[in-house]
């Protein structure tokens, strides 16, 4: 079975600054990952994807993720936050296609000014 | 274009109260995916339509909860006899290929 893992469950930074948010997953067959972000009384909205090819993947916002299969991790950095990066942010992993996602727990981001 | 709709946004039910919650996918959209995202959890998969055929249920908690797509588009996600461990977001879901979009949630509160 897939599991997903975001080893923090919240991260406060200063605005400007650099932010890393943690996700590894578990499972015994090729994946689709993807981070989704979450505002309040909102949906799921999609930053990024992995589904193959180049390992390192640009998404929307300034956001970027880098899929790594030797240690089962797809971590999402951004090099400068702001206030409206605020949010809840979702890891999460398929098995492709039209397959159900597994999520994490969830990282909730908190932009300190 | 437009994207995924759902309603009602939010809804209050009294213990043992049937609900109904409906969703609106993407236009053209063949695969449908119901989520329950419980307070400070990552949603959980419920249940999943391939056009109007549901093609997995596992993930639906009891049989209290039944999900439909008679045509292969709307489709309504029903509890009946609420329960308070029912409060959650309620997230469906659409997609073509390999990319979830997601609605804005029903928020059910079982009073």
């Known amino acids: 079975a897939q599991s997903v893992t975001q080893l923090d469950s919240q991260v406060p930074v200063f605005e400007e600054a650099p932010v890393e948010l943690r996700c590894n997953y578990s499972?015994?067959?090729?994946?689709?990952l993807f981070w989704y972000v979450q505002y309040p009384n909102q949906g799921l909205q999609l930053l990024l994807k992995y589904l193959s090819g180049s390992t390192l993947v640009k998404g929307i916002n300034g956001f970027e993720a880098e899929f790594n299969k030797s240690q089962t991790s797809f971590h999402l950095r951004k090099p400068s936050v702001h206030i409206s990066d605020t949010a809840e942010y979702f890891c999460a992993v398929s098995e492709g296609g039209a397959q159900k996602l597994v999520f994490g727990q969830g990282t909730r981001l908190t932009i300190n000014p | 274009g437009a994207g995924v709709s759902q309603s009602p946004r939010y809804k209050v039910a009294k213990r043992g109260q049937d609900v109904a919650l409906r969703c609106d996918p993407i236009?053209?959209?063949?695969?449908l995916f119901w989520y329950q995202q419980a307070l400070g959890q990552g949603p959980e998969f419920l249940t999943y339509f391939q056009n109007e055929a549901q093609l997995d249920k596992s993930g639906l908690p009891s049989d209290r909860f039944f999900a439909e797509r008679p045509e292969g588009s709307v489709s309504t996600l029903k509890i009946q006899r609420t329960q308070q461990e029912d409060s959650a977001v309620y997230l469906c879901?659409?997609?073509?290929?390999?990319?979830?979009?997601f609605g804005p949630g029903t928020r059910l509160t079982v009073l």
């Open positions: 499972s015994s067959v090729s994946v689709y």
């Open positions: 879901a659409s997609s073509l290929m390999d990319t979830q979009y």
């Open positions: 236009s053209g959209h063949v695969s």
